[in-house]
């Protein structure tokens, strides 16, 4: 029997914590990046537009400053969305207080620049002290930094709760497309008592590989015991596979979609949570809902208000 391994991903990648079923009427809302297309991205103004749009969890990209404190922010170059340049790393986090990340939002929009202190690049324990009972979803992207460095200034972040938070640990899960992030939580994790394990998803090239090997070759590996493991993905992606052959092995493209079958075989573990991303058209929002996906992660919230209301 065939055994698929991811080689080359074709397109670029872009996560609610309390969740009481794997079974949904409806999948929870997620704002990508905060809300993307709404906003400028990791800002303080755009969760605060993704919440007044209804959305159940925030997405955030998190980086390292150089004074190692976790920071919101995507591109590996400042120059991509603010008026600054070079890495987030060489900046602390009180100059990136300072920086305007709106420059390439309101470029692209046609916005006319204005002074606005939700717009600069937050902290995230400013972000988590400001929004005390919201769900976030951190999405390690430090192109630079140490993962252990990175996971013990994460670590201290969620230790830091304020009066009146809910517990940071419990609202909060790490997602990183780089396996030696989430590695280093483990490290970091493996000291630590019940309630101050930070959680994670599962290692997205875990998740892809057996989406593959069902999808392909009708082959479910996944453990049917019901350890608590969260997966994200996106509905359709498009792959590069290996196949390896006894005689050597050949290479092709491919797209891997979810489907029931899929979805059967995830959810031999009844503990198993899975959330779609690149959710952003009527058509795969109605399609995540007949799987009953957990939650789905949109780029605009506004526009996800109307085709939820539309879709109940």
Same mark, same amino acid.
């Given at each position: ?15 609610? +914590? ?24 990791? #800002? ?14 925030? @997405? ?30 060489? =900046? ?16 692209? !929009? !046609? ?19 400001? =929004? ?74 875990? #998740?892809? #590989? ?19 493991? @969260?997966?994200?993905?996106?509905? !359709? ?20 979609? @979810? ?25 795969? =929002? ?9 939650? +789905?992660? +949109? ?14």
């Amino acid at each position: 029997m065939r055994n698929y391994i991811m080689a080359t991903l074709l397109l670029s990648a872009t996560f609610i +914590v309390n969740a009481q079923s794997v079974t949904v009427s409806s999948p929870q809302i997620i704002a990508h990046r905060a809300g993307t297309a709404d906003a400028p991205e990791n #800002t303080l103004l755009a969760i605060d537009k993704a919440l007044s749009n209804g959305v159940d969890a925030i @997405w955030i990209t998190l980086q390292l400053s150089k004074d190692n404190i976790p920071v919101l922010y995507r591109p590996s170059d400042l120059k991509e969305l603010t008026d600054k340049s070079g890495a987030v790393s060489s =900046y602390t986090a009180q100059q990136l207080a300072k920086v305007d990340a709106s420059v390439a939002y309101n470029k692209k !929009h !046609h916005i006319q620049p204005k002074t606005d202190s939700r717009t600069n690049i937050p902290t995230l324990d400013e972000v988590l002290k400001k =929004y005390p009972d919201t769900t976030f979803y951190l999405d390690i992207k430090s192109p630079d930094a140490n993962p252990l460095t990175f996971a013990k200034a994460l670590k201290e972040t969620l230790t830091a709760s304020t009066k009146g938070e809910k517990d940071r640990f419990a609202r909060t899960r790490v997602y990183s497309t780089d396996d030696n992030y989430l590695k280093a939580l483990d490290t970091v994790n493996a000291d630590s008592d019940a309630s101050h394990k930070i959680k994670r998803f599962e290692s997205r090239n875990f #998740t892809r #590989t057996q989406l593959a090997n069902i999808t392909m070759d009708h082959k479910c590996e996944l453990p049917a015991d019901n350890t608590e493991r @969260w997966y994200g993905l996106e509905l !359709h992606r498009k792959v590069q596979v290996v196949e390896k052959y006894t005689l050597g092995e050949g290479r092709s493209d491919a797209v891997l979609s @979810w489907d029931k079958e899929a979805m059967d075989c995830f959810r031999k573990n009844t503990n198993a949570h899975i959330i779609f991303f690149g959710i952003n058209t009527p058509e795969d =929002y109605k399609k995540a809902k007949e799987l009953q996906v957990n939650g +789905v992660m +949109v780029d605009s919230p506004a526009l996800f208000k109307n085709i939820v209301s539309k879709n109940k």
